[in-house]
């Protein structure tokens, strides 16, 4: 039994080597060395029954208040749990501002159920386009005489009247950004008054190689903190990540 237990801490301590988690690897030697002494000496007859259940006591109980008490005091949150390039995104997408000199383009309110989008016309083309899927070219949809989409296969045109009629609709019209490609440095189509809609893009700018964003307006460059998470530029200021 003592064989399998310390073949089993060997390994773990091995692993928490590779892994460069030093704390790990201090509590597992010490544990271990600590079961060695106690299970092969004449004396710690007491000690062989109450061990185990002291080290579950110690993980489950102790470690996790002691752990969530260094979350609580730290920027270690919800706000890191995602990826990278999540986070990115969504800095990105925070930061949106209509470009300067951008066209307005007719656009309706469509919705399927649950689901609402924009039907943009553009030069005569009708796209299509959710918070989840990229504005698409959809063949069918007609136009009334001032380039608004009347009619959109597959989709339920949102009439004037329902949307001014429905605050929660007005606002979720509001809120909503279409993407115009995969790519969120390109922007998002939005709109204020749910009958035209122009191209919004982010103020900020990311650099995949250096790891930085840079400020269009202000030329600032935001460097990646390991430490903290967030990105600081050289006089200070910070800019945290948007949680996801």
């Known amino acids: 039994m003592m064989a ?3 073949a089993l801490g060997l390994s773990i301590v091995l ?30 007859l007491p000690l062989k029954y109450l061990f185990p259940g002291l080290i579950f006591l110690a993980i489950f109980q102790i470690f996790t208040l002691g752990y969530t008490g260094y979350v609580a005091f730290t920027n270690y949150g919800t706000g890191h749990a995602g990826s990278q390039e999540q986070a990115v995104d969504a800095t990105l997408i925070q930061n949106e501002r209509r470009v300067d000199g951008s066209p307005t383009y007719p656009l309706a309110i469509v919705r399927d159920g649950d689901t609402i989008g924009f039907a943009v016309n553009e030069d005569g083309i009708v796209s299509v386009g959710t918070e989840e899927e990229v504005l698409a070219p959809v063949d069918g949809a007609t136009v009334d005489g001032s380039g608004k989409p009347t009619e959109v296969p597959g989709w339920e045109v949102v009439s004037q009247n329902a949307l001014f009629s429905d ?4 606002q979720a019209v509001v809120d909503l950004r279409v993407p115009v490609s995969d790519d ?22 990311w650099d995949d190689e250096a790891q930085t964003f840079t400020d269009k307006e202000t030329g600032t460059v ?23």
């Open 4 to 6: 399998l237990v310390n």
């Open 15 to 44: 692993s928490a080597w590779n892994a460069e988690a030093w704390a790990i690897l201090v509590a597992s030697v010490v544990l271990l060395i600590a079961a060695d002494i106690i299970y092969f000496a004449k004396k710690t």
């Open 167 to 170: 605050q929660d609709l007005q």
């Open 184 to 205: 969120a440095e390109e922007g998002s189509m939005r709109t204020r008054d749910g009958s035209s809609g122009a191209v919004y893009q982010s103020s900020l700018e």
């Open 222 to 244: 935001y460097y990646a903190d390991q430490e903290t998470g967030n990105f600081v530029a050289d006089d200070g200021s910070q800019r945290p990540p948007v949680g996801m």
